[in-house]
C-alpha cells in the first residue's frame, strides 16, 4: 500500500437486536452512526451479535477500529449488583460480546470509540460499577435521561442537554480543543465506580457525574456518555469520529 495515500478505514459497529413475531430475530444499529463514521472517512462494517470464537477474532482483525454503540441497559450481575427495577432489555448476548471486543481492542491496541451504553460497558468489562438509575441512586443527580419525561424536559437529541468539563491534558481535550463542550444526554444509568485502569477525561459540569473516560497507554480508546453522532453540526463532535479514524489510518500505515 502506498503510505502517502490516505486509506479508508473499516469500523467495526456493534448491533443490537430484537425479537419480533414467529421467533424471529432482527438485528439492528441507528443509521446515525454509519452516517458519523462516512462522513469522518470510514467505511462502517456491521459485527452480528452472533459473532463468537474464532469467527469473531477473524472479523475484529479485519477491521481498522470498532465502535461501541448506544442500546439497552447492561446485566447488573455482571458487576456484582442485584437487577434494579429501572434496569431494563437486559441481553446477555450483546454483553459478553462487546465485552469480547473491548478486551480484543485493548489487547491488540486497535482503536476504539464507545458511546453511551458503550462507555458504562467499557467500565463494566475492566471491573467498574454502575448506577443503575443515576438520578435516584446518585446524591445531587440532575436529569441525564431527555428521552423520555415528554411534558416537562424533552429535549431534542440533537441538541445540548448540559455541560461537560473537559480535563486539561487529556486525549478527549485535545480532540474537542475546548476547556467545556455542551453535550446531549440520553442514559438514565452512569459510571459509579471507574475502572482502575480508565482516566477520567469528563464530568458534567452541573452534578460529577462523570461522562467521558480513557485508556492510557492505548492509541485510541475513548468513551463518552453523550451521542456525538446526533450533533453533527457541532465540530467538536464530528472531530470525535475525525480523530478515531486518524487514528485508525495511522495505525494501517504503520501495520
Ligand atoms: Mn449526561
Known sequence: MNDFEPTTPLIGLSTSFHNALESRVFSYLESAYTRAVRNAGGAP?????????????EVLEAVDGVL???????DPGLYGQPRHTKTKGIKPQRDSLEIEITRYAIRNRKPL??????????????GGTLYQHVL??????????HHKDASRHKKRRD??????????GTLLASIVKTGTINTNSLHHQGLQVVANSLTISGRCHADGLVEAVELKDHPFF???QW??????????MQRIFQALIAACQKKAVTK
Request: proline share 7%; with cysteine.
Open 45 to 57: 462494517r456491521y459485527l452480528p451479535l452472533d459473532l463468537q470464537g474464532e469467527k469473531l477474532n
Open 68 to 74: 461501541l454503540l448506544g442500546g439497552d441497559d447492561i
Open 113 to 126: 470509540l464507545a458511546i453511551c451504553r458503550g462507555i458504562q460497558l467499557v467500565n463494566v468489562a475492566l
Open 136 to 145: 435516584t441512586e446518585m446524591s445531587g443527580a440532575s436529569q441525564h435521561d
Open 159 to 168: 441538541l445540548p442537554a448540559h455541560s461537560v468539563d473537559v480535563v486539561p
Open 222 to 224: 475513548l468513551a463518552v
Open 227 to 236: 451521542h456525538p453522532e446526533e450533533m453533527v453540526n457541532f465540530p467538536e
